[in-house]
């Protein structure tokens, strides 16, 4: 054993060099399994050296940022690293080297071989020796390019959605299951008081309104929420901690998540104050006579309508009062319509004061006043009667005139006399002329009085020969273009031509006609007429349109479009030269007939107008319904648009509404130059009036045109 050069302790030197190629082959195994769990790691493993050179880098690595393994060893991180990333990435370095801690992790971008931007997910961990000296870094790569690009791309849709809600006028808000802001636009911020729109997060309406809004407010989201049901076009009023309140016009409704789960709300709203209080403006002048401040006939209606049904609830009785003023005309042609006024308005102040928060005092037109009297049987009813004479006999002071002027009135009792508005209306104004011809002051409404008015049974018979017999005429008022001064539209106005008191105004047998059945025949006499007219102009080289009124009955008459269509045919005109004039208050009697008929004549072309407007009632309500082509601002308020600060605020929003609804406007009652200019000014397209012309005959028109030199 010896001569084998074996030494004597042999065995445990084979055993030691056999240990030590044991942990060589276990670390050459686990060399292998980390290299190939390096090489084959789904994310991206590399060992950098402290200089920032590749010490060993994966495949995933390399197909990352898209180079080779030799070709990325070649580089260092730096190399690959994108410029603006690369300063931070150097401090985050030079801190793990200098101990502050072993490892960071950060988002960050790579430049790709082929020029393009590579988002990953970087991990670095700093790995030393036994004495504690850096030896090189492990890194760990992922890429999050598509998941970066998805956030981007929501990031760009935010700050695009942040924008355009910044750049609306509305007040645009999100808000969570808790109604707590997660988003506001500019607009609403700037209303809240905030320098930002992002100080309103996590706030409530508790935050900036009143409880008064803000628990109402909350309410309406949580039931929202519950029903998915949003609210959409509401009006509602906005009462601020700190601020004027104001109206607004809203839409909430619910924000689903991808799965269709209810995780919020979105409003927005727009601030409609100054539209509400033209609209307010505009129903107080519908409902209220301009002079005196009462109630009109259209409100008087109403409230009648009311008193009666509550008489019919409580089973009580109810008066109707017509007064007519005694001498009212010769003031105004002695003294002139001045004095006239101010003795309607201190006759209707001592009218209101009478009858207090009882009943309801208006005034009908003229020198015309009404009285509704609830829980009032014919008795008490006298003793009213008399109590109003005896106010209205005292003799008036004005201005250093005294005027003496009594009054009579017509009673109609319910339900003796009548049941419904219109009958009792009827029946009051009946009595009121049988006191004014008996001069007795006062008179309770009886059948025999309908008997004995041969006057108005006169009329209708002699309005019937007229319609047939061609008593009646046309004049034509021109409309004049504000901005080109041309006049190619008339309004036609039927005038009587009776043979005993000579030319009668409409305002005369029209109600005769509407009351006895005439309104047809006559309302179809005017349009043959004036479409023959039409067709007379034609032949002599004018094309002209021609507006037509129609009364409420005509307008709810089933027999109407018809009769338009086969007038228009028989003469040969086109539907666009007939307009078609219909008042508010004919819309609401019967809104679903009105819309209908009105929907069938706009059907065959004809122009439909809305007639006076701004004396009716509900305006703006029926206005975006129906298929109108213009409006006519009613004489009223464009006789006072300049002294009248109030009527030139209602003219200025219908035009403005008018406009924005795409509908033209036409402006009665023109009787000077300031008023026409003013309408100019406010891009109001047609005025017609007294300035620009009365009512020519149809063989004045031409003549007339020419003169303009039209």
Known sequence: MHGLGIPARGIPAQVDVSNRRQG??????????????????????????????????????????????????????????????LEADLAFVRRVLAGEFSSYHMEKRYLHKLGHIVWVLLTVSLVRDADGLPLYFVSQVQDISRQKRIELELARERDLLQALMDNLPDNIYFKDRESRFLRINKAL?????????????????????????????????????????????????????????????????????????????????????????????????????????????????????????????????????????????????????????????????????????????????????????????????????????????EPLTLEGQVFDIGSSIGIALYPDHGEDPAVLMRRADIAMYAAKRGGDGYVVYSPEMEQSNPTRVALTRELRMAIATNQLVLHYQPQVHLESHCAEHVEALVRWNHPDHGFMAPDTFIPVAEESGLIRPLTAWVLNEALRQVAVWKSEGQDIRVSVNLSTRSLHDPEIVETVRVCLERWSVSAGNLALEITESAIIIDPDRALDIATRLHDLGVRLSIDDFGTGYSSLAYLQRLPIDEVKIDRSFVSDVIANADSAFIVRSVIDLAHNLGIQVVAEGVEDSTVLDSLAAQDCELAQGYYISRPLTADAVLPWLTTRGH
């Not at 929202?224 to 509401?234: H, Q, Y």
């Not at 709203?269 to 409902?287: P, Y």
């Not at 005092?361 to 009213?384: N, S």
């Open 189 to 393: 911020a700037d209303l809240f008081g905030l320098d930002r729109p992002e100080q309103a997060i996590g706030k409530t309406d508790f935050d900036f309104f009143t409880p008064e809004h803000a628990v109402p407010a909350l309410h309406d989201e949580r039931q929202i929420l519950s029903t998915n049901v949003p609210v959409v076009g509401r009006v509602e009023k906005e009462t601020w901690r700190d601020r004027p309140d104001r109206w607004v016009l809203t839409t909430k409704m619910p924000m689903y998540d991808t799965e269709g789960h209810a995780i919020g709300t979105f409003g927005i709203s727009r601030d409609i104050s100054e539209m509400k209080i033209a609209e307010d403006a505009l129903t107080h002048q519908a409902l209220h006579d301009s002079l005196t401040g009462l109630p009109n006939r259209t409100l008087l209606r109403d409230r009648l309508q009311m008193a009666l049904a509550e008489a019919d609830q409580s089973n009580t009785r109810l008066a109707l009062f017509f007064l007519d003023l005694n001498r009212f005309k010769d003031i105004n042609d002695t003294f002139g319509h001045h004095s006239g006024d101010l003795v309607l308005q201190t006759l209707a102040a001592r009218l209101q004061a009478e009858v207090d928060v009882q009943g309801t005092a208006a005034r009908l037109g003229g020198d015309e006043l009404a009285v509704v009297l609830p829980a009032t049987d014919e008795r008490a009813a006298i003793a009213a009667a008399e109590r109003i004479l005896s106010v209205f006999n």
């Open 24 to 85: 060589e082959n276990a670390l050459r195994e686990s060399v292998a399994r980390f290299r190939s769990a390096f090489d084959d790691a789904a994310i991206g493993m590399s060992l950098v050296g402290i200089d920032g050179s590749w010490l060993q880098v994966n495949r995933s690595l390399c197909d990352i940022v898209g180079y080779t393994e030799p070709e990325l060893l070649a580089t260092s991180f730096q190399a690959i690293t994108y410029p603006d990333d």
